[in-house]
T-cell receptor, first 111, second 113 residues
Framework: ELKVEQNPLFLSMQEGKNYTIYCNYS?????LYWYRQDPGKSLESLFV?????AVKQEGRLMASLDTKARLSTLHITAAVHDLSATYFC???????????FGTGTRLKVLA | ETGVTQTPRHLVMGMTNKKSLKCEQH?????MYWYKQSAKKPLELMFV???????ENNSVPSRFSPECPNSSHLFLHLHTLQPEDSALYLC????????????FGPGTRLTVL
């Protein structure tokens, strides 16, 4: 059974600092997704990673994928308050339309 | 309308009521999903439909009954729910593009009294 773990579950950081959120998954997968969710809102797609070594960047966020280690990271550079949200990773299971989500990382950026 | 829409956005119901949640996608996708999101818990996959056929039922209690009349519409029929069923119910869809990216609706906030 595919399991997806994120850490940390909660992250409080100062503006201007850097930090990394980790997403580990238990079985082989060829698709890894990152989402953002603001309180009371739906999920917004941030990144889609499809191959080993894939790296994508948007603003202060950068996501990478290591399929051999079954690990994806979401790196935050020089955090700002607007990045406060919950971030989820999700893994697609090969040959199916099934996705398993991580527990989420609640990020709070303090001014 | 664009993307994935859900109605109603908020629903309060008693344990003896019957209600339905509706999801519609305007993206030409073939697969549609129901997820449940409870406070402080991970997103739980409930059902998956691909070209109107159910491909996943994640051990969901029978008080939740999905219906997918076509690739654009998905319903979740609710009856005799329990207070612990109170949650945000999210609908999503995906197509056959290489990345199989999921697009989510705004969700229905359900409260069971």
């Amino acid at each position: 059974e595919l399991k997806v773990e994120q850490n940390p579950l909660f992250l409080s950081m100062q503006e201007g600092k850097n930090y990394t959120i980790y997403c580990n998954y238990s079985t082989t997968s060829d698709r890894l997704y990152w989402y953002r969710q603001d309180p009371g809102k739906s999920l917004e797609s941030l990144f889609v990673l499809l191959s080993n070594g894939a790296v994508k960047q948007e603003g202060r966020l950068m996501a990478s994928l290591d399929t051999k280690a079954r690990l994806s990271t979401l790196h935050i550079t020089a955090a700002v308050h607007d990045l406060s949200a919950t971030y989820f990773c999700a893994v697609g299971t090969s040959g199916t339309y099934k996705y398993i989500f991580g527990t989420g990382t609640r990020l709070k950026v303090l001014a | 309308e664009t993307g994935v829409t859900q109605t109603p956005r908020h629903l309060v119901m008693g344990m003896t009521n019957k209600k339905s949640l509706k999801c519609e996608q305007h993206l030409g996708h073939n697969a549609m999903y129901w997820y449940k999101q409870s406070a402080k818990k991970p997103l739980e996959l409930m059902f998956v439909y691909n070209f109107k056929e159910q491909t996943e039922n994640n051990s969901v209690p029978s008080r939740f009954s999905p219906e997918c009349p076509n690739s654009s519409h998905l319903f979740l029929h609710l009856h005799t729910l329990q207070p612990e069923d109170s949650a945000l119910y999210l609908c999503a869809s995906t197509g056959q593009a290489e990345n199989n990216e999921q697009f989510f609706g705004p969700g229905t906030r359900l409260t069971v009294l």
